[in-house]
Nanobody
Framework: QVQLVESGGGLVQAGGSLRLSCVASGSIFNINAMGWYRQPPGKQRELVALLTTSRGSTKYADSVKGRFTISRDNAKNTVYLQMSSLKPEDTNVYYC?????????WGQGTQVTVSS
């Protein structure tokens, strides 16, 4: 089992920046990928950023390309989402995920609110 704890959310003005953190613990050595998701009310879950742990390759939603960066610090078992040039439409609860062969694990989420 993998446990994930997010932090770093908050209130920021449009154009500002935030860095989200997700600390993983438990059975972390077989994680295949880690990502950040958001799910606006009444809408489907949306992939924000994905990192493949073996290669370090990344994938981003079109809406955040060029603005968000996902990265890892393996020594700290932590994945980050650096968010810049934030827009009001980025407002959401952001969830960290970890994918193993047959399971997906989720953190509790951290709120990001971007004011205009």
């Amino acid at each position: 089992q993998v446990q994930l704890v997010e932090s770093g959310g908050g209130l920021v003005q449009a154009g500002g920046s935030l860095r989200l953190s997700c600390v993983a613990s438990g059975s972390i050595f077989n994680i295949n990928a880690m990502g950040w998701y958001r799910q606006p009310p009444g809408k489907q879950r949306e992939l924000v950023a994905l990192l493949t742990t073996s290669r370090g390759s990344t994938k981003y939603a079109d809406s955040v390309k060029g603005r968000f960066t996902i990265s890892r610090d393996n020594a700290k078992n932590t994945v980050y989402l650096q968010m810049s040039s934030l827009k009001p439409e980025d407002t959401n609860v952001y969830y960290c995920s970890a994918k193993v062969y047959g399971n997906t694990y989720w953190g509790q989420g951290t709120q990001v609110t971007v004011s205009s």
